[in-house]
């Protein structure tokens, strides 16, 4: 019988893809893990993981064992879930995902009341997306997350989660304050009330973009796609946080999401002229999870407060 602390150091090292990184992340010797990978793989008398491309990564094999592992682990965190909203427990762990970008517009607004009904509640915020939270999800690295609609993951993923929808947000165009379209709108501080634009009409302009990920590469191309649009000179970015900022800066055009616009509060932002340039913003769960109380309560908070427009102002 594997331990559950062997299992959650395999499971590790198949996330971060290396020893060396595990071993800083677990606060154990790499001789130690080394020593437990050759132990399973004897016990299992099958290789668990190999060498491609400068990373670990599981065999076919190691594979179904992984994924055994993970199994355990989720019916293990389902019933001490389960367990805690028995006892009607007020303490415990809850992690969740969601955008750098979003956070500190959500949590800003939602944590106080939160952390009020729940002090005793270990939370832990990822904002690392880059794998996709909905990955992460799945294979029990968090308990929620927040994510649109429109991001391409695998079936095997989507199967298993859970989708609620917020609200709808809109991708807009990020202007720089010294082009005449944004000296055009000066007299119109609320972007929402000034007309939508065709993308078609800034073809020459120099656009900034953002190369950190695929993920943010095919929400881009989903954007300019409807239009046939293809920027005729670019700027690229490897991290999307400084993405505002070269723009405010006048070096160009950009995409971003709204929720830029509400905490920024100020810049020459447009809407649009495409409906299909809109997403849906959802909270997603695990099919199979049992959330708890304080999880059930967050999801709650963060509906109340679409509904009561709190996320969306732009007077404060």
Known sequence: ????????????????????????????????????????????????????????????????????????????????????????????????????????????????????????????????????????????????????????????????????????YECLLAAPPNHPAAKAVEDQPDWRLRPPVNLQDFQNETFIQTAASDRHKNWENSIYAPYNFHPKYTILLSEEAALFDLIQAGLGFGLIQDYVAFSRKKGAFFRLDREDSKATLCVIHRKDAALTEAMQYFIQLVKKHTQEGSFFRLDS
């Open 1 to 168: 019988m594997i331990s559950e602390r062997k299992m959650g150091y395999l499971l590790k090292i198949a996330e971060l893809k290396s020893i060396s990184n595990a071993a800083k992340e677990l606060y154990v010797s790499q001789p130690a893990l080394s020593q437990l990978i050759n132990s399973l793989e004897k016990t299992y008398n099958t290789k668990i993981f190999e060498y491609k491309g400068g990373k670990l990564v599981p065999t076919f094999t190691g594979e179904l064992i992984l994924e055994t592992f993970q199994k355990q682990k989720l019916l293990e965190n389902t019933l001490l879930n389960a367990l805690d909203d028995a006892r009607q427990s007020k303490t415990g762990r809850m992690s969740i995902g969601i955008s750098s970008g979003r956070a500190p517009m959500f949590l800003s607004i939602v944590l106080p009341s939160f952390q009020k009904a729940y002090p005793n509640i270990q939370l832990t915020i990822n904002t690392n997306s880059l794998d996709g939270f909905e990955s992460m999800v799945v294979s029990g690295h968090l308990d929620l997350a927040f994510v649109m609609n429109k991001a391409d993951v695998p079936s095997e993923v989507l199967q298993n989660l859970i989708y609620e929808p917020l609200f709808e």
